[in-house]
């Protein structure tokens, strides 16, 4: 093949291999997403190809040159000494996981509606009568709650609240792994889970604390049920994922979908964790409830920031190689 034609054919590769570069002398490979990555690691194989073929048919020309010094450089990246685990734990956290809350936003938002429909029934039937909690609240919530008095007696919130946190965690990983059921035993925990917010909720307002109830719940819980809609969206995935496997096996589908579900529930551990510090920190202060809910409107702005913002640089490369 003669020299011109073979750079005709393959400038393109060499171009795009050379744009890449470009980019990631200003933040290495860690700001490439996967496809990206993948396209740049083939492109680079293509180009050592490209590189021995030149040395052996054309000797040390301008074309030979060009592809060593684009090679050395590519090869300055690919081989640099693994990323630290915490570069690699903020990097997933700041680019991978609001990528993925973005791509997966339907099973998430799915999660949510399944959650609040639980919620609006135990809520409203409570409200109708404080009798009807029993039929959606455990018995001892019930017992602290004094409900066998016709919803009056003492509320103690602070029980409430540790007890809403740690069942929030059990739920949320619970939703996840029961997504092998095909969804439905992550439904039924998002139900149930539902019922418990809205019938506490719907007593807490029968026994005039309800405000006291929502300054207590939200400042922690904005996080801690996005959390469990985001765990919850994992178990949904999987469990579409045997029932609707697409052009794949099962197997292959649910493999698939099992590994952005994990990612997923682990991105929501550090959501936990900081629900934890303020339900430790900031629940407890002797401030009032006004501020306590401003305080949770905070949380919720910060969050749909994080969601809707971090990493909206990431593009697709629609390089064809």
Not at 132 to 141: D, H, S, T, V
Not at 215 to 236: D, K, R, T
């Amino acid at each position: 093949m003669k020299e011109d034609r073979f750079i005709q054919e393959n400038s393109k590769t060499w171009k795009y291999l050379e744009i890449t570069l470009a980019r990631l002398k200003n933040g290495g490979l860690g700001q490439l997403e996967g496809n990206e990555l993948n396209d740049f690691i083939t492109a680079y194989n293509r180009v050592c190809g490209h590189l021995s073929y030149s040395r052996t048919y054309y000797g040390n020309t301008g074309t030979t040159g060009y592809l060593n010094r684009l090679i050395a450089s590519a090869h300055s990246f690919i081989y640099l000494p693994k990323t630290s685990s915490l570069r690699r734990l903020k990097l997933f956290l700041l680019k991978d996981f609001p990528l993925l809350l973005r791509q997966y936003k339907t099973y998430i938002v799915l999660s949510f509606l399944i959650f609040l429909l639980g919620s609006a029934v135990s809520f409203i039937y409570t409200m109708m009568s404080p009798d009807n909690a029993a039929a959606f609240l455990p018995q001892e919530i019930l017992n602290s709650m004094g409900s066998g008095e016709g919803g009056s007696g003492s509320w103690d919130g602070t029980v409430m609240s540790s007890y809403i946190f740690t069942n929030n965690i059990r739920v949320g990983l619970g939703a996840f792994a029961l997504g092998v059921t095909l969804g439905a035993g992550t439904a039924f925990l998002l139900v149930y889970n539902g019922f418990i917010l809205g019938g506490v909720g719907a007593m807490a307002y029968h026994s005039g604390a309800g405000l006291r109830f929502w300054s207590l719940i939200l400042p922690h819980g904005i996080l801690e049920l996005f959390a469990i809609f985001v765990c919850g969206a994992a178990g949904l995935m999987i469990g579409y994922s045997i029932i609707n496997p697409g052009v794949y096996t099962r197997k292959d589908s649910f493999i698939m979908k099992g590994k952005a579900a994990v990612k997923l529930v682990c991105g929501t551990i550090p959501v936990f964790v900081v629900a934890g510090l303020i339900e430790g920190y900031v629940t407890p202060l002797p401030v009032s409830e006004e501020l306590k809910l401003l305080f949770a409107f905070f949380t919720l702005t910060l969050l749909a920031f994080y969601i809707l913002f971090c990493n909206v640089r990431h593009r697709d490369s629609g390089i064809n190689l």
